[in-house]
C-alpha cells in the first residue's frame, strides 16, 4: 500500500493536467469516476452558457448575425474546433442533433438499401432502435437486413462480406471499454464495398481520432460524456468529403445554403460540407457550454489527455487488482486495445455500484455484472484511483454491497 501510495504521489507530482480540476465543480469528498456517462460541469462552461444568455438579452432577433458569437454560424464554428479531436477537416464536421438524430441522419444519407446493415451484438440502445426504424421506415425487415457481430476485429473483419450495405461500429464499446482497431475495420470495410459509420460517443474528447485519414465515411456523437458539455448538450457529426454531393437523406432549413434560407426556390440548396446534414434551428442554449469546454480540450491537447488517462486506468487498475482481486477487469490490458474506462466484472455488480455512491465513489453499473469507474484526464487525480480501490475494499469488506436496495440509478 506504501509503494502504491507513493507511486501516486509521484504520478500526482509530474501530473502536466493536475491545473485543470481547479476548472471543474465538483464535491471536495466525492471521487467522481462517471464523467463517461455526465462530465461534470466547468467554470468554462458556465460562463460560456452565460454569454449566450447574455447575447440573446442584448441582441434579441440580431443575435443571428450580431454579438461576439452570432447563432448563425455557431454550428459551423464548434464543428470547426470539434474536428482536431476526430482527425477531420473542418468542413466534414458539424455540430448539431444527437447521437440518436445523427445516426438516422447519416443512415438516410449514405445507406442505399442495398444490403444488410452490420451492427456491434453489444451496441447501446439507441444504435439499434435508430436502425430497425430506419429499416422499417424503408420498407426493409430486420430480420433479414440487420446483422448482429461480437465488437471483435477478427469477427467484424469476417462479416464485412461483399453485398454488405453499411456498417455501425463503436469506437469504445460502452460497456467493456475496448477499443476497435477503427483503422483496420475502416480498410475492412472498404474493401467489401461497404461503408462505415462510427460511434464515437464513448471515445470523444478521451482519445485521438483520424477519421479523414482512415477514410471513415461518417462518424456521430453526443458532447454531455467526457467533453462535458451538460446534459442533453448539442451533438457533432462528421461525413467524409467524398460526400459532400450527397443530399441530406431527412432535409430542414438549416442543412441549406445560409445565403437560400429564404430563398423562394421550393427545392432545397444543400449548405457546403457537413453543415448540410443540420435540420432545424440550432440550438443555441445547448452548444453553449460545449463552446466554453472545448477551450478545455484546446489548452490541454487531446494526446495529453490520452497519455493521462492510460496513466490512470492503468494505475487504477493495479490499485485494485491489490485491493480488490475479486473484481475481473474485463477492460483489455494493452494500450492501444482500451478507452478510458474500466470495466470490471462482480456478480453484485449493481448492489457494489449503489454502496460505492453512498461512499462517496461515483461510477456506474452496466447490467448484468459490470461495474464501470472512469478516471478523467482533466480532473482526477492519481490519489484518487487509489483512495477509490481503497473504498471498493472497504465496502466488500464489510458486505455493504449486499444491503443495498434494488432501484434505478443512472
Ligand atoms: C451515450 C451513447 C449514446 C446516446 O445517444 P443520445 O442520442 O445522445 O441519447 C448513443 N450511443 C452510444 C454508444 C453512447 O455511448
Same mark, same amino acid.
Given at each position: 500500500?506504501?509503494?502504491?501510495?507513493?507511486?501516486? !504521489?509521484?504520478?500526482?507530482?509530474?501530473? !502536466?493536467?493536475?491545473?485543470?480540476?481547479?476548472?471543474?465543480?465538483?464535491?471536495?469528498?466525492?471521487?467522481? $469516476?462517471?464523467?463517461?456517462? $455526465?462530465?461534470?460541469?466547468?467554470?468554462?462552461?458556465?460562463?460560456?452558457?452565460?454569454?449566450?444568455?447574455?447575447?440573446?438579452? #442584448?441582441?434579441?432577433?440580431?443575435?443571428?448575425?450580431?454579438?461576439?458569437?452570432?447563432?448563425?454560424?455557431?454550428?459551423?464554428?464548434?464543428?470547426?474546433?470539434?474536428?482536431?479531436?476526430?482527425?477531420?477537416?473542418?468542413?466534414?464536421?458539424?455540430?448539431?442533433?444527437?447521437?440518436?438524430?445523427?445516426?438516422?441522419?447519416?443512415?438516410?444519407?449514405?445507406?442505399?438499401?442495398?444490403?444488410?446493415?452490420?451492427?456491434?451484438?453489444?451496441?447501446?440502445?439507441?444504435?439499434?432502435?435508430?436502425?430497425?426504424?430506419?429499416?422499417?421506415?424503408?420498407?426493409?425487415?430486420?430480420?433479414?437486413?440487420?446483422?448482429?457481430?461480437?465488437?471483435?476485429?477478427?469477427?467484424?473483419?469476417?462479416?464485412?462480406?461483399?453485398?454488405?450495405?453499411?456498417? =455501425?461500429?463503436?469506437? =469504445?464499446?460502452?460497456?467493456? /471499454?475496448?477499443?476497435?482497431?477503427?483503422?483496420?475495420?475502416?480498410?475492412?470495410?472498404?474493401?467489401? /464495398?461497404?461503408?462505415?459509420?462510427?460511434?464515437?460517443?464513448?471515445?470523444?474528447?478521451?482519445?485521438?481520432?483520424?477519421?479523414?485519414?482512415?477514410?471513415?465515411? /461518417?462518424?456521430?456523437?453526443?458532447?454531455?460524456?467526457?467533453?462535458?458539455?451538460?446534459?442533453?448538450?448539442?451533438?457533432?457529426?462528421?461525413?467524409?468529403?467524398?460526400?459532400?454531393?450527397?443530399?441530406?437523406?431527412?432535409?430542414?432549413?438549416?442543412?441549406?445554403?445560409?445565403?437560400?434560407?429564404?430563398?423562394?426556390?421550393?427545392?432545397?440548396?444543400?449548405?457546403?460540407?457537413?453543415?448540410?446534414?443540420? #435540420?432545424?434551428? #440550432?440550438?443555441?442554449?445547448?452548444?453553449?457550454?460545449?463552446?466554453?469546454?472545448?477551450?478545455?480540450?484546446?489548452?490541454?491537447?487531446?494526446?495529453?489527455?490520452?497519455?493521462?488517462?492510460?496513466?490512470?486506468?492503468?494505475?487504477?487498475?493495479?490499485?485494485?487488482?491489490?485491493?480488490?482481486?475479486?473484481?475481473?477487469?474485463?477492460?483489455?490490458?494493452?494500450?492501444?486495445?482500451?478507452?478510458?474506462?474500466?470495466?470490471? &466484472?462482480?456478480?453484485?455488480?449493481?448492489? $457494489?455500484?449503489?454502496?460505492?455512491?453512498?461512499?462517496?465513489?461515483?461510477?456506474?453499473?452496466?447490467?448484468?455484472?459490470?461495474? &464501470?469507474?472512469?478516471? !478523467?484526464?482533466?480532473? #482526477?487525480?492519481?490519489?484518487?484511483?487509489?483512495?477509490?480501490?481503497?473504498? =471498493?475494499?472497504? =465496502?466488500?469488506?464489510?458486505?455493504?454491497?449486499?444491503?443495498?436496495?434494488?432501484?434505478?440509478?443512472?
Amino acid at each position: 500500500l506504501t509503494e502504491l501510495q507513493n507511486q501516486a !504521489a509521484r504520478l500526482d507530482a509530474a501530473d !502536466a493536467l493536475a491545473g485543470f480540476r481547479a476548472r471543474f465543480v465538483l464535491p471536495e469528498d466525492t471521487i467522481y $469516476l462517471d464523467g463517461n456517462s $455526465l462530465g461534470p460541469v466547468s467554470m468554462d462552461a458556465k460562463a460560456s452558457l452565460e454569454r449566450a444568455l447574455n447575447s440573446w438579452e #442584448t441582441h434579441r432577433i440580431e443575435g443571428w448575425i450580431e454579438g461576439e458569437a452570432p447563432w448563425l454560424f455557431l454550428p459551423e464554428r464548434i464543428g470547426a474546433r470539434l474536428a482536431p479531436l476526430v482527425g477531420a477537416r473542418a468542413d466534414e464536421v458539424i455540430a448539431t442533433g444527437s447521437t440518436t438524430l445523427n445516426l438516422h441522419q447519416l443512415l438516410a444519407t449514405l445507406y442505399e438499401g442495398n444490403g444488410p446493415i452490420l451492427l456491434d451484438a453489444n451496441s447501446f440502445p439507441t444504435d439499434r432502435y435508430a436502425i430497425q426504424s430506419h429499416l422499417k421506415l424503408r420498407g426493409l425487415d430486420s430480420e433479414t437486413y440487420l446483422r448482429f457481430v461480437e465488437p471483435d476485429e477478427d469477427a467484424i473483419e469476417l462479416s464485412l462480406i461483399q453485398g454488405t450495405g453499411l456498417a =455501425v461500429l463503436p469506437s =469504445v464499446v460502452y460497456t467493456s /471499454g475496448r477499443l476497435l482497431d477503427m483503422a483496420r475495420l475502416t480498410r475492412a470495410a472498404q474493401r467489401s /464495398g461497404t461503408k462505415v459509420l462510427w460511434d464515437l460517443s464513448h471515445s470523444i474528447g478521451v482519445l485521438p481520432h483520424a477519421l479523414s485519414e482512415m477514410g471513415a465515411d /461518417g462518424a456521430f456523437w453526443c458532447s454531455y460524456k467526457w467533453l462535458s458539455a451538460g446534459p442533453g448538450a448539442g451533438g457533432g457529426l462528421y461525413l467524409n468529403a467524398r460526400h459532400f454531393d450527397k443530399a441530406p437523406g431527412i432535409a430542414g432549413w438549416f442543412g441549406a445554403a445560409k445565403e437560400a434560407l429564404f430563398s423562394g426556390s421550393h427545392g432545397l440548396i444543400p449548405a457546403p460540407g457537413a453543415a448540410r446534414l443540420q #435540420t432545424g434551428t #440550432t440550438h443555441v442554449l445547448s452548444l453553449a457550454p460545449l463552446a466554453g469546454t472545448l477551450t478545455l480540450f484546446e489548452e490541454a491537447g487531446i494526446e495529453a489527455v490520452r497519455a493521462k488517462s492510460l496513466a490512470l486506468t492503468g494505475f487504477l487498475r493495479e490499485c485494485l487488482a491489490a485491493l480488490a482481486p475479486e473484481l475481473e477487469a474485463i477492460t483489455p490490458i494493452e494500450d492501444n486495445r482500451r478507452g478510458g474506462h474500466l470495466a470490471l &466484472r462482480h456478480p453484485q455488480a449493481a448492489a $457494489l455500484s449503489r454502496s460505492l455512491r453512498a461512499q462517496g465513489v461515483v461510477g456506474d453499473h452496466r447490467p448484468p455484472d459490470l461495474l &464501470r469507474l472512469a478516471p !478523467a484526464p482533466l480532473f #482526477t487525480s492519481f490519489a484518487e484511483c487509489l483512495e477509490a480501490a481503497r473504498r =471498493v475494499r472497504a =465496502v466488500l469488506e464489510a458486505g455493504l454491497h449486499r444491503e443495498t436496495a434494488e432501484g434505478l440509478v443512472p
